[in-house]
């Protein structure tokens, strides 16, 4: 079946704009993670979902980032007030379901400039 | 996925040798460790796991060992094909917090010569 997919593949924006990445999981995972990716650098935990809740958002840098999952299958990263920094790799994986393999998407790819 | 990390410590090697990447880890807390491979434009994709209770686990031309004593952890791949080209990195997750979190390393950059 399909693999986790992830929309748009690339986005630019300027400074200070709003933005959402899209996450589509792998139909009938209940748990759903967002990590970031600098260049040159491992995948860094943002946040995951069991079911529609967060169930842990400690990796998430500031107030500025927010996620949601409203029917526990698609979710939506949003990014206020864009940085600079916030330039990375951003990547969506999901499991069937906790402590469960993830298997991930190929990644958004922000650029602020 | 990443493409290129500019400054990832690079192993480059022949076709048909076996490779042995190596990674050392932080928390002596961790429980569970993974190793992925990650090819250019794509995501990372599973390649083996081990629980702290082993210290070796085999797959498909793979074999990871684990020494929690020096925390390392090694990923050995016999007979490297091309199709090995790609970066590696290995992730850990303390069982405290659930396998959910996990933490990467910084990641190698295997290059297999034909």
């Known amino acids: 079946g399909a693999g986790v997919s992830q929309t748009p593949s690339n986005k630019v924006t300027e400074k200070g704009k709003y933005v959402e990445l899209r996450c589509d999981p792998i139909?009938?995972?209940?748990?759903l993670y967002w990590y970031r990716q600098s260049l040159g650098q491992g995948p860094e935990f943002l946040i995951y979902?069991?079911?529609?809740?967060?169930?842990?958002d400690s990796g998430l840098p500031n107030d500025r980032f927010f996620a949601v999952r409203p029917e526990g299958s698609v979710s939506t990263l949003k990014i206020q007030r864009t940085e600079r920094g916030d330039s990375a790799v951003y990547l969506c994986?999901?499991?069937?379901?906790?402590?469960?393999?993830?298997?991930f998407g190929p990644g958004t790819r922000l650029t602020v400039l | 996925g990443e493409s290129v990390g500019l400054h990832l410590p690079t192993l480059s090697v022949q076709e048909g040798d076996n490779s042995i990447i190596n990674c050392a880890y932080s928390?002596?807390?961790?429980?569970?460790f993974i190793w992925y491979k990650q090819e250019s434009g794509k995501g990372p994709q599973f390649i083996i796991d081990?629980?702290?209770?082993?210290d070796k686990r085999q797959g498909q031309r793979v074999t990871v060992l684990l020494n929690k004593t020096v925390k390392h952890l090694s990923l050995q791949i016999a007979a490297t094909q091309p199709g090995d080209s790609a970066v590696y990195f290995c992730?850990?997750?303390?069982?405290?917090?659930?396998?959910?979190?996990?933490?990467f390393g910084t990641g190698t950059r295997l290059l297999v010569s034909p």
């Open positions: 992730a850990e997750a303390p069982m405290n917090t659930g396998f959910q979190k996990l933490v």
């Open positions: 979902f069991q079911g529609t809740g967060a169930a842990d």
């Open positions: 081990i629980r702290s209770n082993m």
């Open positions: 994986a999901s499991s069937l379901t906790l402590n469960n393999e993830q298997f």
């Open positions: 928390n002596s807390a961790s429980d569970y």
């Open positions: 139909s009938g995972h209940t748990a």
